[in-house]
């Protein structure tokens, strides 16, 4: 893990392999590790960077709001630090909404995006609510609401046969720390709607779903799309693609970067 300084909070990272850059960027309660069986397929012919968001893993917290914004400033100075001037960027949820974040404000930068059960919308009135009720309970009950939270993610019928991961991911997830929690619940409430990025931006993109996803309704996440270039490809099971369908979404991704 290497790191560097950005506004005096230190930002870590991996970096592996040589090629066309491959950025990947983890979701909310989740870190760098999440992507650990994707760096050695995507290495072969890649250049892959992995960063803790802030406040995830071992990057440190910067205020008591972690917008996307700062988020993806925090990821183009990695970017910078490394003298990468372009990437395809990765990002699982909360990810995505970074990579979009960073494509609106360093468009030069980016080769391509794609977006792993995420969206480009604002959050609804309900869903600032939610994330409202969120904030009290993970105050109130910081490992009950981190396990719930976690175990929500995946489909029914994925909760036993992937019990173990699920294990992990909660292991991993309670090493986020309580500030880190509120701050990008806080700034993911208040992120900028970017639908209109899947429209006019020239980029290759894509967009990865699963059928029974219970925290982004697949039908309503499929229209913003519709009428764009952009690539969908759906899973029939939850929000944890990258657990639930590894295998599949690591062919998927190896064949975006390679017409990218």
Not at 76 to 88: D, N, Q
Request: proline content about 3%; glycine content about 6%; some cysteine.
């Amino acid at each position: 893990m290497n790191h560097i300084q950005f506004k005096n909070t230190s930002i870590a990272y991996t970096d592996t392999g040589k090629g066309t850059v491959i950025v990947l960027l983890h979701g909310f309660l989740e870190n760098q590790k999440m992507w650990d069986n994707y760096i050695v397929p995507f290495s072969k012919k890649n250049r892959v960077i992995t960063i803790d968001l802030l406040g995830h893993g071992e990057t440190e917290c910067l205020g008591y709001v972690h917008s996307m914004e700062d988020n993806a400033d925090a990821v183009h100075a990695v970017l910078a630090e490394l003298r990468i001037r372009k990437a395809i960027l990765v990002g699982h949820s909360m990810g995505g909404y970074v990579a979009l974040a960073f494509a609106e404000l360093y468009p030069e930068n980016v080769k391509g995006v794609a977006l792993l059960n995420s969206t480009a919308r604002a959050d609804s009135e309900e869903r600032k609510l939610n994330r409202d009720r969120a904030i009290r309970a993970v105050k109130q009950s910081y490992i009950g609401f981190v396990s719930l939270a976690v175990a929500n993610l995946f489909s029914e019928n994925n909760r036993e046969r992937l019990a173990a991961e699920i294990e992990y991911t909660k292991k991993e997830a309670l090493k986020t720390p309580l500030q880190a929690i509120v701050a990008s619940l806080e700034g993911m409430k208040i992120r900028n709607d970017r639908e209109v990025l899947l429209h006019l931006t020239n980029f290759p993109k894509l967009l990865v779903l699963g059928e029974k996803d219970p925290i982004l309704p697949f039908e309503e996440t499929k229209e913003q799309i519709e009428n764009t270039e952009v690539e969908l490809v759906t899973f029939p099971d939850g929000h944890m693609s990258y657990i639930e369908n590894q295998e599949e979404l690591t062919k998927v991704l190896l064949h975006f970067f390679k017409k990218v």
